[in-house]
């Protein structure tokens, strides 16, 4: 009987001790920016912003991630910026694509996102589709950012 509570003790510890794993955060810091990823698996990623730096990006945030081996994701960069190809081993397909969705709205005159184009929602916020990718999206305190694998449409069907 003093073997089964011991081996019972061991599991509750490991179960415990991964529920604390998984409840654990990473963050980064970016310039003065700080963000804290708040999720992260293989069809979604969700930043939140804890201190701001308008010089620096969400592609700023994400890459600082990566480094640390918080997320993993590739691309290429372009005069538009950089276009995301592929993240947590999820590449864009002809079926499905990484869509960006924020709650940054309008800041300084420029519409960062709409609502009209798509919303996504997330622990109770309600995140619009991005007007910019993840390069042109400034890292803005107290704002949200999510990568979503997301479905073309398909026309009428």
Not at 28 to 37: E, F, S
Request: hydrophobic share 40%; aromatic share 12%; net charge negative.
């Amino acid at each position: 009987m003093r073997h089964f509570f011991a081996k019972l003790s061991v599991v509750t510890a490991a179960v415990l001790g991964g529920a604390l794993l998984t409840a654990c955060t990473q963050s980064a810091g970016i310039g003065n920016a700080k963000v804290r990823l708040a999720l992260s698996d293989e069809t979604r990623v969700v930043v939140e912003v804890t201190a701001g730096d308008l010089t620096h990006s969400l592609y700023d945030a994400l890459a600082s991630l990566a480094e640390k081996g918080d997320i993993r994701m590739e691309g290429s960069s372009s005069d538009y910026g950089f276009y995301l190809t592929s993240v947590n081993g999820m590449a864009a397909d002809e079926s499905n694509y990484w869509a960006v969705y924020t709650t940054l709205g309008t800041l300084d005159d420029i519409v960062y996102s709409d609502t009209a184009y798509g919303t996504w929602e997330y622990e109770g916020r309600t995140l619009a589709m991005a007007a910019y990718g993840v390069s042109g999206l400034p890292l803005v305190e107290g704002e949200w950012y999510a990568l979503v694998w997301t479905p073309y449409e398909q026309n009428g069907e």
